[in-house]
């Protein structure tokens, strides 16, 4: 027994040590790893390579973004909960994939709150557009609910993130309108066989899902924000239909750490992204992919993140979603 007690208590010290020395470094000293859960090429992906550089030349270090789509953003969420909690792997991750995530999901392979350090909010107020194919007569929500209460089994809608599920799901339960969901592993998978009419709505980022509608394909029906929106120009609000007017759905985006780095280290990497984000130059590139640049630090990103939770809580349970 008093062997166990002097093991023990000789690996609390050398852990100990191994914490003092990272708080003690000039931090970072090697490569810093960016996990974006999405797959390469959107516009949270851009973004967030935007960050990266201008971190990268901050923190005179590189900041390697690695793409881990897939599982709706679990895959590359548990990989960061898998890395050591000293602060060269951050997440990029979003009011789903840290807060959502953990109603739609009985057994998680982590836990969006317990396994990971707040480090600092970035973005805000990410917006989201209804598409359908331009085949379908519907040009409105008004109109779409109609079609969809007219003809109970003909609309389906896919969803490639857990954002996307809500986003229709919440739509569904305030209007009482039938539309079938169908699973996809990615947004561009949907996205993909909206365009062939195999599914009749998707709800995507606006920065992705105004490109799509460049095309000629897709029709954008509705924003989801409060009001209308630059990005989405000539697009009404879904909350601006009769009877929907308290609807809305949007996203932040953060920064996360592994639960256990060192408080110096998280505040460190903390104050060097909110300096990226007060750059007007970065800010502005940003905006031009349908975000908003709200910032804030460890705190605060740990409160919004808590309140999150039990916010998507309440709509799962009011949509009548078994945890899958």
């Not at 994939?97 to 107020?125: G, H, Q, R, W």
């Given at each position: 027994m008093a062997k166990k007690i002097q093991q023990a208590l000789l690996s609390a010290i050398l852990f100990a040590g191994v914490n003092l020395g990272v708080n003690a470094q000039e931090f970072p000293t090697r490569p810093l790893r960016m996990i974006v859960p999405l797959a390469a090429g959107g516009a949270t992906d851009v973004v967030a390579r935007l960050i990266a550089d201008k971190l990268s030349e901050q923190v005179k270090q590189p900041v390697i973004v690695e793409n881990r789509p897939g599982a709706q953003g679990m895959i590359g969420v548990e990989a960061a909960a898998k890395?050591?909690?000293?602060?060269?792997?951050?997440?990029?991750?979003?009011?789903?994939?840290?807060?959502?995530?953990?109603?739609?999901?009985?057994?998680?392979?982590?836990?969006?709150?317990?396994?990971?350090?707040?480090?600092?909010?970035?973005?805000?107020?990410?917006?989201?557009?209804?598409?359908?194919?331009?085949?379908?007569?519907v040009n409105n929500v008004a109109e779409l609910i109609a079609y969809a209460k007219a003809n109970p089994t003909k609309l389906n809608y896919g969803a490639g993130t857990a954002s996307s599920r809500i986003c229709i799901e919440m739509l569904k339960v305030m209007s009482g309108a039938s539309i079938t969901f169908v699973p996809y592993k990615t947004s561009t998978q949907a996205l993909n066989d909206l365009m062939g009419n195999q599914v009749q709505l998707v709800c995507e980022p606006t920065g992705s899902g105004m490109a799509q509608v460049a095309t000629g394909r897709l029709r954008a029906i509705a924003v989801t924000g409060p009001s209308q929106i630059d990005e989405a120009p000539g697009v009404a609000a879904v909350a601006e239909t009769p009877g929907l007017k308290d609807y809305g759905h949007w996203s932040w985006l953060a920064f996360f750490t592994r639960a256990g780095t060192p408080a110096e280290v998280v505040n460190k990497l903390s104050n060097e992204l909110l300096k990226v984000l007060a750059n007007p130059e970065i800010a502005s590139k940003i905006k031009k992919f349908g975000f908003d640049v709200v910032p804030s630090g460890p705190k605060e990103l740990a409160a919004l993140q808590k309140e999150a939770v039990a916010k998507y809580a309440k709509i799962v349970k009011d949509a009548g979603i078994t945890p899958e």
């Open positions: 890395a050591a909690p000293d602060g060269y792997t951050l997440v990029f991750g979003s009011s789903t994939t840290m807060a959502a995530i953990s109603s739609l999901y009985a057994k998680l392979p982590f836990d969006p709150v317990e396994d990971f350090a707040a480090v600092a909010k970035a973005l805000d107020n990410a917006y989201n557009v209804l598409l359908v194919p331009s085949a379908l007569p």
